[in-house]
């Protein structure tokens, strides 16, 4: 089965902190890798793909994300963390290029 | 530029009520489609996809149904609610390596 866990249901940094929020695959082949963000009742948005070449990945708004065959991960980072960055945050995997599989999700909380 | 919509945005509906929530694409042909399901405000479930007009795949099975009858409407529906439906619905339109997602309908079945 193709799938991605996030190990995670909380992530708490201080602003200004670096941030990491952990995410772990399972596929067969070479897999397509994602992050998404979703903010309170809105739709979910594109942060980052892996889909081949240089293992890290850089995205949207600072985050960058870090493709580990050997530990099958995809971690998403960012140097420095910012309120703004608190959300929700979703891993996901497409093995067959038709449909997503997400982890559960990760909430990311950053006080001031 | 490709965009989706999504409505209505919010929508409460009685136990036993019909559903029908809408998604349109614009700005490309021939998008596979899909319907997620977020409940509790985590965990994303895959519901139903469609390559084609008239082709859907059902992931799991449940008290809902889709339908595409044109190239670029997804119909997500429901004869009859139940308390279990309630939760927010997302449309995706995607090419082969990502999903772009529509804001989402909050259902809450009462």
Redesign the interface.
Known sequence: AQSVAQPEDQVNVAEGNPLTVKCTYSVSGNP?L?W?VQYP??????LL?Y?TGDNLVKGSYGFEAEFNKSQTSFHLKKPSALVSDSA?Y?CAV?PT??????G??TSLLVTP | SQTIHQWPATLVQPVGSPLSLECTVEGTSNPNLYWYRQAAGRGLQLLFYSVGIGQISSEVPQNLSASRPQDRQFILSSKKLLLSDSGFYLCAWGGDTEAFFGQGTRLTVV
């Open positions: 397509y994602f998404y009742n809105r739709g979910l948005q594109f793909k889909i929700l979703f497409s290029g038709y449909a997503l599989n997400f559960k999700g």
